[in-house]
């Protein structure tokens, strides 16, 4: 990945200072707990007005959560440093990566939704940013775009339930919410809200169907891939879900959703590790398959399950996570992450060899380790709950698959005979063999010291189920069910484990998976949008003039239409005319005469003229009926106009050709306006009209401004500041015209 | 004749229409200038017409005479003139400059900023 050539990156203070940050976060975490009982709280006034406050509270599970963040954290960092020894970008993706622990740490620890909704999308962004880090390469990017498509879809979907739960809550914070929530029962928007923040949850944390982004993401460098998905962000959508859960899980919605779609996950993932032949995503499929039995265990609704998901995402993280560094350091030393190439590496790798056995033998649930307990309360969970057998036997084969994966990560590529020669693959550095070994070893000492450990679980367990008592925890320290179990687990297990490479040539035969399932249904999601968008570009932007002024008209006539059809003005024939009905009567004529020619005159000097005729009706209408200053500006303008239009004809042909066109079309849409206007006119002269603001003009026009014209008073005092911007693009319009007359004039020129 | 006013407005804004959306260049802007003409009487007509005094104050009386027009409308299309003068004096020369450079007086046929055609007059639109 790396590779050797090119100098190593120098260790500089910026990587130190980052460093530092999930170190002291640690530090402070520890620090916490041992002087301070938990929950913590903080409310700081945010949006008073909208009584929103910036609240934080952090009780037993989100600082489990928190503990997994600043601690694996800091081991990633320095991991980091050998893993991208000669990455000259290292310090950058390390600020990127201090940037999500942040908003990690804010996600898990903010009580108001809003917040926890900004954090939570931060973390998509962030993640979108360390996937797509090998931007060269495209399937760092695919991987990057869909993550960063589906979550943040998701994160929509989050918001909005959220928002619909805070309104009929009539709180802000989570907590609020969970206490309020006896009195949604009946509220006839819940099962909405509860769906939308499922979706939201679901898509974060790789369910089922929104499941193949995260085996997509491993395009990332593997500290990323260790880190974000495996050990926190992933964990995100399943640590709200145990937030809500004390709220809502006697929900029989509730329920059946996460026990269903954390079933079907489990097993579907499981099924899929069986396709892969590189590390990294096989190691990707098992933890999605962990995060539907996460979700499983928080739609039980027995007591001991919060105890199951405190304890199994904690053993979980404890060996993914070295898992992934293993995997990273296989690829590190040899450049490759397919099983197909790697054998035999425990001669040459004896440090790497022996983190993947600690952690495989967590992950397998092998007694002596976290994840044996884990394996333990999760049976004493479930034999609680009356599951449906089918949901059992699911389970089991889940368990075998993951000892299955356990045996490919630990031993097949590091036992046998050896497919490199020694002297090219050498052990990876310190850095890289200290982190997972000593997570991997922390795992091992919580199962011999639990009294480390188990304060916290029990704490993250009595957050997620409120009814747990103290005494359970040792309680269920008994291991005679998980043993029978386990025996079953490990025999089809190693079952698996032998027949991997027969069971993977008969899934890699399963083409319709490749053409029908959820993976193939974003890909053509994602070209039907692209699709769409040309197809309506061709159909809208098509470059045609007149198509624009057709489509902006029918859209006008379509919002008069409906606009009349609201409103339905009473209609009614205007006043009598007036005294000046001979003049009105010439300006009229002259107004419809001249449009009538114009439509018909193809010569263009007879078409100025006729439009000039519409103009000088106009201005005698004017003066007839009480506006002689716009009759004599309309006079001033048609002069003029008639001059400049005639200079500007000399550069057309003197009669228009006689182009195809939509005729009748045109004619419609021109009848339509018509009778748009007409219908607009008749009501008038019933209505009153509204004269407040002219008899304000006319009665402040010579006290306030000295002018007895009103007409002017109004256009150079009242709305002074308009005139100047109408003489303003009078002069814009002139300064425009000018470049384009000389171009003209030049052209002729040169003709 | 008490329909006319409203009929000639009409008449004046689908001549207008009309011609706007001619393939002309010039039959276009010329449509511009028609069709402002009839925006203009509509804007004028909605002050109602009626009192034909202008609304100018006689020497020494200090309020509007009682059959004083509408000032309100008359101020907004005294300004709609002047911008609809100065739009028009721009397309027309606008237009004739476009006429000249294209050798062509048909809108379609401007299609220098449009990407090139595809299928018949569609612009090829960029796959995915």
């Known amino acids: 990945m790396s590779g050797t050539a090119g100098a190593a990156t120098p260790t500089g203070p910026a990587y130190v200072g980052l460093l530092a940050l999930p170190v002291a976060g640690f530090g402070l975490l520890v620090w916490g707990l041992l002087h301070h009982s938990l929950p913590w709280a903080l409310t700081l006034e945010w949006v008073p007005s909208l009584g929103l406050d910036a609240a934080f509270r952090v009780d037993g599970l989100a600082a489990q959560m928190l503990a997994l963040i600043t601690g694996i954290g800091a081991l990633v960092f320095v991991y980091a440093h050998g893993y991208l020894d000669h990455e000259p970008r290292r310090d950058r993706l390390l600020a990127i990566l201090a940037l999500f622990m942040l908003a990690m740490v804010g996600a898990v620890s903010a009580d108001s939704v809003i917040l926890l909704f900004l954090f939570w999308e931060l973390t998509s962004l962030t993640s979108f940013l360390l996937v797509g880090w090998n931007h060269a390469d495209p399937h760092a990017r695919a991987g990057a775009r869909q993550a960063l498509l589906i979550t943040m879809a998701g994160g929509l979907a989050l918001l909005g339930g959220l928002i619909l739960l805070a309104q009929m809550a009539g709180t802000w914070t989570l907590s609020g919410i969970v206490a309020a929530a006896p009195g949604l029962r009946a509220d006839p928007r819940l099962p909405a809200a509860l769906a939308l923040v499922m979706l939201g949850a679901f898509t974060k944390s790789a369910q089922f169907p929104f499941h193949f982004w995260l085996p997509n993401a491993m395009s990332a460098p593997t500290p990323v891939s260790a880190y974000l998905h495996s050990a926190t962000m992933v964990k995100l959508g399943i640590y709200l879900l145990a937030r809500?859960?004390?709220?809502?899980?006697?929900?029989?919605?509730?329920?059946?959703?996460?026990?269903?779609?954390?079933?079907?996950?489990?097993?579907?993932?499981?099924?899929?590790?069986?396709?892969?032949?590189?590390?990294?995503?096989?190691?990707?499929?098992?933890?999605?398959?962990?995060?539907?039995?996460?979700?499983?265990?928080?739609?039980?609704?027995?007591?001991?399950?919060?105890?199951?998901?405190?304890?199994?995402?904690?053993?979980?993280?404890?060996?993914?996570?070295?898992?992934?560094?293993?995997?990273?350091?296989?690829?590190?030393?040899?450049?490759?992450?397919?099983?197909?190439?790697?054998?035999?590496?425990?001669?040459?790798?004896?440090?790497?060899?022996?983190?993947?056995?600690?952690?495989?033998?967590?992950?397998?649930?092998?007694?002596?380790?976290?994840?044996?307990?884990?394996?333990?309360?999760?049976?004493?969970?479930?034999?609680?709950?009356?599951?449906?057998?089918?949901?059992?036997?699911?389970?089991?084969?889940?368990?075998?698959?993951?000892?299955?994966?356990?045996?490919?990560?630990?031993?097949?590529?590091?036992?046998?005979?050896?497919?490199?020669?020694?002297?090219?693959?050498?052990?990876?550095?310190?850095?890289?063999?200290?982190?997972?070994?000593?997570?991997?070893?922390?795992?091992?000492?919580?199962?011999?010291?639990?009294?480390?450990?188990?304060?916290?679980?029990?704490?993250?367990?009595?957050?997620?189920?409120?009814?747990?008592?103290?005494?359970?925890?040792?309680?269920?320290?008994?291991?005679?069910?998980?043993?029978?179990?386990?025996?079953?687990?490990?025999?089809?297990?190693?079952?698996?484990?032998?027949?991997?490479?027969?069971?993977?040539?008969?899934?890699?035969?399963?083409?319709?998976?490749?053409?029908?399932?959820?993976?193939?249904?974003?890909?053509?999601?994602?070209?039907?949008?692209?699709?769409?968008?040309?197809?309506?570009?061709?159909?809208?932007?098509?470059?045609?003039?007149?198509?624009?002024?057709?489509?902006?008209?029918?859209?006008?006539?379509?919002?008069?239409?409906?606009?009349?059809?609201?409103?339905?003005?009473?209609?009614?024939?205007?006043?009598?005319?007036?005294?000046?009905?001979?003049?009105?009567?010439?300006?009229?004529?002259?107004?419809?005469?001249?449009?009538?020619?114009?439509?018909?005159?193809?010569?263009?000097?007879?078409?100025?003229?006729?439009?000039?005729?519409?103009?000088?009706?106009?201005?005698?209408?004017?003066?007839?009926?009480?506006?002689?200053?716009?009759?004599?500006?309309?006079?001033?303008?048609?002069?003029?106009?008639?001059?400049?239009?005639?200079?500007?004809?000399?550069?057309?042909?003197?009669?228009?050709?006689?182009?195809?066109?939509?005729?009748?079309?045109?004619?419609?849409?021109?009848?339509?306006?018509?009778?748009?206007?007409?219908?607009?006119?008749?009501?008038?002269?019933?209505?009153?009209?509204?004269?407040?603001?002219?008899?304000?003009?006319?009665?402040?026009?010579?006290?306030?401004?000295?002018?007895?014209?009103?007409?002017?008073?109004?256009?150079?005092?009242?709305?002074?500041?308009?005139?100047?911007?109408?003489?303003?693009?009078?002069?814009?319009?002139?300064?425009?015209?000018?470049?384009?007359?000389?171009?003209?004039r030049n052209r002729n020129h040169a003709a | 004749m008490s329909l006319i006013v409203p009929l000639a407005i009409a008449l004046c804004v689908a001549a207008g229409v009309y011609l706007t959306l001619s393939r002309d260049l010039f039959r276009m802007v010329l449509g511009l200038a028609v069709l402002g003409s009839g925006v203009n009487l509509l804007l004028f007509a909605s002050g109602r017409l009626g009192p034909l005094a202008p609304p100018i104050m006689e020497a020494g009386a200090d309020a509007l005479a009682a059959g004083a027009a509408n000032p309100l409308p008359q101020a907004l299309v005294l300004t709609a003139i002047v911008i609809g003068f100065a739009l028009l004096c721009f397309g027309l020369v606008l237009a004739a400059r476009l006429a000249n450079m294209a050798r062509s007086e048909d809108a379609d046929a401007l299609r220098a900023t449009e990407p090139p055609g595809g299928e018949g007059h569609k612009p090829a639109v960029l796959e995915p």
Not at chain 1, 320 to 326: C, D, H, N, Q
Not at chain 1, 372 to 391: H, M, N, R, Y
Not at chain 1, 402 to 421: K, L, N, Q, Y
Not at chain 1, 665 to 681: C, D, I, S
Request: proline letters at 6%; charged letters at 15%.
């Open chain 1, 244 to 744: 809500l859960d004390p709220a809502f899980n006697d929900l029989p919605f509730w329920e059946f959703s996460l026990v269903g779609v954390g079933t079907l996950t489990a097993v579907w993932a499981a099924a899929l590790a069986l396709r892969e032949r590189d590390l990294k995503r096989i190691l990707a499929r098992t933890t999605v398959s962990a995060l539907g039995i996460l979700v499983l265990l928080v739609g039980l609704p027995s007591p001991s399950a919060g105890l199951a998901v405190a304890a199994f995402m904690f053993a979980h993280a404890l060996y993914k996570a070295p898992l992934f560094m293993v995997a990273g350091n296989i690829d590190h030393a040899t450049g490759t992450r397919s099983i197909d190439h790697l054998m035999g590496l425990r001669q040459v790798m004896p440090w790497t060899a022996a983190v993947a056995i600690l952690a495989g033998i967590s992950m397998a649930g092998l007694p002596m380790s976290f994840g044996f307990i884990a394996k333990d309360v999760i049976t004493s969970a479930k034999a609680e709950a009356e599951l449906l057998a089918l949901v059992s036997h699911a389970t089991v084969l889940v368990n075998a698959t993951v000892v299955a994966v356990a045996g490919v990560a630990a031993v097949r590529v590091f036992w046998g005979r050896p497919e490199f020669p020694r002297a090219r693959v050498r052990e990876v550095p310190w850095s890289m063999r200290l982190p997972p070994l000593l997570i991997a070893l922390l795992a091992l000492e919580f199962e011999f010291l639990p009294a480390l450990a188990d304060p916290l679980l029990l704490a993250a367990a009595q957050a997620i189920s409120p009814g747990l008592d103290a005494g359970v925890l040792s309680a269920s320290y008994r291991f005679d069910n998980t043993l029978t179990a386990l025996e079953i687990t490990l025999g089809l297990g190693l079952l698996l484990f032998l027949f991997w490479d027969r069971l993977h040539a008969l899934g890699h035969r399963i083409h319709w998976l490749d053409r029908y399932g959820p993976a193939a249904a974003y890909e053509h999601a994602l070209h039907g949008l692209a699709r769409l968008a040309a197809a309506h570009t061709r159909l809208l932007q098509h470059g045609r003039l007149s198509g624009y002024l057709r489509g902006t008209l029918a859209a006008l006539l379509a919002l008069a239409c409906v606009m009349l059809w609201l409103e339905a003005p009473p209609l009614a024939w205007p006043a009598p005319p007036p005294e000046q009905a001979v003049a009105w009567s010439v300006a009229l004529v002259l107004i419809a005469a001249g449009a009538v020619a114009a439509l018909t005159l193809r010569d263009r000097l007879a078409l100025l003229m006729a439009s000039g005729l519409v103009g000088y009706g106009s201005a005698v209408l004017f003066l007839f009926a009480g506006a002689p200053d716009l009759a004599f500006t309309q006079f001033a303008v048609e002069t003029v106009l008639v001059v400049v239009a005639a200079t500007a004809l000399r550069h057309f042909r003197g009669e228009a050709p006689r182009l195809e066109e939509p005729r009748l079309a045109n004619a419609l849409f021109a009848l339509l306006a018509g009778a748009g206007v007409f219908l607009l006119l008749l009501p008038l002269a019933a209505l009153p009209p509204d004269t407040a603001l002219s008899d304000w003009f006319a009665a402040h026009s010579l006290e306030a401004a000295h002018g007895r014209n009103v007409v002017n008073v109004i256009i150079v005092d009242f709305r002074g500041l308009d005139t100047l911007g109408e003489i303003a693009v009078v002069a814009a319009s002139l300064l425009a015209a000018l470049p384009l007359l000389a171009g003209l």
